[in-house]
């Protein structure tokens, strides 16, 4: 259990950050230029609504444009009465429960977060699923993420026995990312052609 949400926080190493780094322009570059595709979201939020299921609480993100889409699972969830939380971006982690669409209003970098009251780093020890952002992602469940630390350091509050899913574009599945000690292997992969249930 952690003991403060300073700890074990992640510091870059020359050997993976720069890999990373680049890794993480060409994905960024590659989806600045994808085009749109509802159905593909839809299936995507299918998948994802399938793989989550059963779960009382969960913890997801809203997407940002050029994003795999996330608002439509978020509120499906609402709808069938999930509790869901989001992340309300500051310096250290900390969550606000989803109440709707309307709701949403933009926090740190626009990206939009609940308007309620914020819970605190250790409101995700209540999430039995949690939805990360992430720009890569390999079959056996290694993760690219998106480079800011901010989940590295919130992930330290989640339960051992929380599911961790990643929502990508279909070609973002990789043979291999670049590692470091502290990250952490997600359960399951989620794209617009296929889910993946990743080595335990």
């Known amino acids: 259990m952690p003991t403060g949400p300073s700890e074990g926080q992640p510091r870059a190493t020359a050997s993976a950050e720069p890999a990373k780094s680049a890794l993480r322009a060409r994905l960024r570059a590659a989806r600045a230029t994808r085009p749109a595709d509802p159905a593909g979201d839809d299936v995507r939020t299918i998948r994802a609504l399938a793989a989550c299921a059963g779960a009382p609480v969960v913890?997801?993100?809203?997407?940002?444009?050029?994003?795999?889409?996330?608002?439509?699972?978020?509120?499906?969830?609402?709808?069938a009465e999930v509790p869901v939380m989001l992340p309300v971006l500051t310096g250290e982690p900390d969550w606000a429960?989803?109440?709707?669409?309307?709701?949403?209003?933009?926090?740190?970098?626009?990206?939009?977060?609940p308007d309620g009251v914020a819970l605190g780093a250790d409101a995700l020890r209540q999430a039995d699923w949690i939805w990360l952002p992430g720009l890569a992602?390999?079959?056996?469940?290694?993760?690219l993420g998106t480079g800011g630390g901010w989940y590295d350091r919130a992930l330290a509050w989640a339960r051992p026995s929380a599911r961790l899913g990643l929502l990508l574009f279909d070609d973002e599945v990789l043979d291999?990312?670049?590692?470091?000690?502290?990250?952490?292997?997600?359960?399951v992969l989620v794209t617009e052609r296929r889910r993946l249930d990743c080595a335990e």
């Open 59 to 79: 913890a997801a993100y809203a997407s940002m444009p050029g994003e795999p889409a996330t608002l439509e699972l978020i509120e499906a969830l609402r709808l």
């Open 97 to 113: 429960w989803y109440t709707g669409r309307e709701a949403l209003v933009p926090g740190a970098r626009g990206i939009p977060r």
């Open 137 to 143: 992602g390999t079959p056996g469940g290694h993760r």
């Open 176 to 187: 291999a990312v670049p590692l470091d000690p502290w990250d952490r292997d997600v359960h």
